[in-house]
């Protein structure tokens, strides 16, 4: 992943509605939600529901099938992969291993003290 597509990934996500709906999607797993779906469980207006939708679709992180009259939508694992990998390639000085207790986050600390 290059730093424009992880930008654009984090930026499509950095809106409280569009968080919840992507964190609602992986919580749906594979199968996703319909559309009207989405919008009675977040509470949001259908009109709205489609411009973020269309924001996450565009960054790559959800995808879209149509299914009879529904459009179902359901997260990208490999794009949330693919970001998540690159926030943290480098994490705890390239370890293999980076527990939230490490050693390394706690050498970080007392270095910058």
Known sequence: MNIKSAVLQLSSIAQEARLEIFRL?????????????????LKIPASTLSFHLKELSHAGLINSRQESR?????ANYDAMDGLLAYLTENCCAGAKVCAPNSTCKTEQKELSL
């Open 70 to 74: 529904y459009i179902y939508y359901s």
């Open 25 to 41: 999607l992986v919580q749906a797993g594979a199968n996703g939600l319909p559309a009207g779906n989405i919008a009675e469980t």
